[in-house]
């Protein structure tokens, strides 16, 4: 298939989870043999219209990111490549719009891809519009899927397509002990460590360790935090560690606890899981989190401090493991299929296979 991303902001002016995932998706589609190229504006330093990078092919519509001449270039292009699929994000909406119109014109089906932390204003305009009128959108989650029908979007077309994680990757590293929790999240606004801090203060004289992975704003007041509750000799604050440090980190460990308020996607979690740790879900009513271990028997839902710390306690007499295969169905070439299927459908509805 021949599929058309369009995203006038790439990775390089906003590196957002929305951003990387898009911009993953084409990677991977690209790989599995389909045409793909990303429409954009050119954050390359030359004069030339297309530029190459990981094997994905970057169109530069505009100089730059100026989104009014973004819109009115688009159309002309999209219809030149003649794309089987237009493959749009939210931000600015204008370029929904813009889309869409190539998409009338060219009979070619609209998938909006919508994350959930674009953090559009309800007010902006075109927004009800591009969530209205693509053929299909596609969300990460039931809670982001939610947000999107409140929006106005058709709950019929709108479909949730989970994030992905590379199996052999896990496969690849070794276990490392830096203790049997690991906690895993920007230290930011959302982060909401201290109710896992809370829960930890309540054993603080039984035998254990914890890692709090990422780096934020906050970091120094939650590293006070855990110093004021007398357990900071337990507890290593890591940093951004990238990758293969998290996965050797987390097939060493025993419990992943999830507490932050916001997740479009519980990103994290799901590694951590398929590293074979327990999960130790806190409920949000702005995170996904609960969605992902709705039927898995190797955790625990709670709803505060106390039941953070009787779960961690009750931990113990699960049995430990590094890795657990029912997570392979969220491997990379496993969900890709989903969006591949997707598009199949769509285009043989328009009737133009």
Known sequence: MRIAF????????????????????ARLLEKRGHEVTFFCGQWWDDYTDEFEDDGLTYRGVTLGTASSSFAVR?????????????????TPPGQVMAALTASKLGRIPLVLEWFGDER??????FLTSAVKRPTQVITPSEL???????????????????????????ESVDPQENGEIVYAHA??????LGDLLLGLAELRTRDWGATIIGDGPLRAEYEQEAA?????????????????????IYRGAHVFAQTARREEFPTELLW????????????????????????????????????????????????????DERWQAYDHGEVIEQYVSAYKQLVDEQGLF
């Open 74 to 90: 688009l159309p002309t292009q999209l219809l030149r490549y003649r794309p089987d699929i237009i493959h749009v994000r939210p």
């Open 144 to 170: 982001i899927r939610t947000e999107v029908r409140e929006l106005g979007a058709d709950g019929e077309t709108t479909i949730v397509v989970p994030e992905s994680i590379d199996w052999s990757a896990i």
């Open 120 to 125: 559009l204003d309800s007010s902006e305009r």
């Open 272 to 323: 951590a899981l398929a590293c074979g740790c327990l999960g130790v879900v806190e409920y949000q009513a702005e995170s996904s989190a609960h969605e992902l271990i709705e039927n898995y028997d190797r955790s625990f839902r709670v709803t505060n401090p106390q039941q953070i710390a009787d779960a961690i306690a009750e931990s113990s007499e699960v049995d430990h493991r590094t890795s």
């Open 187 to 192: 230290l930011d606004e959302t982060a909401n």
């Open 228 to 248: 004021d509750l007398r357990i900071d000799d337990k507890v290593s604050f890591v940093g951004d560690i990238d990758r293969e440090q998290r996965l050797r």
């Open 6 to 25: 369009v995203s006038m902001e790439t990775t390089r002016q906003a590196d957002t989870a929305g951003a990387r995932r898009f911009e993953r998706i």
